[in-house]
């Protein structure tokens, strides 16, 4: 994509027109990545964002388990703490795969 200013007259030769400037779409992350760099040299972009945020839904649900599982006990909802146990026992597996065993040893 190429931008001309529309106030030229289509008559106007090339020589006397300005150049074309080519838009530059700008990408705002790009930018702060460099940015980044500038600050500290061994900057590197998170590559794992993804699984990341995979994480974080699956762990808001594990979080709410454990949050729900007392009111249900309490109240002796037994069929719901059985369904609680069962999403804290699955998100828990599934955490520990995608999550826990991908930390490093600082």
Not at 27 to 32: F, K, Y
Request: charged share 15%; proline share 8%.
């Amino acid at each position: 994509m190429v931008l001309i200013d529309p106030a030229l007259p289509a008559t106007t030769p090339n020589a006397e027109r300005p150049q074309q400037v080519p838009a530059v779409r700008a990408n705002p992350h790009a930018a702060l990545s460099r940015l980044a760099v500038l600050r500290d040299p061994d900057f590197q972009p998170n590559r794992d964002f993804a699984i990341d945020a995979f994480n974080v839904l699956i762990g808001i649900a594990w979080q709410t388990s454990f949050v729900a599982l007392p009111i249900y006990v309490v109240i002796r909802q037994w069929h719901q703490v059985m369904i609680c146990l069962a999403i804290i026992a699955v998100t828990s597996a599934i955490l520990k795969r995608t999550w826990y065993d991908r930390l490093q040893v600082a």
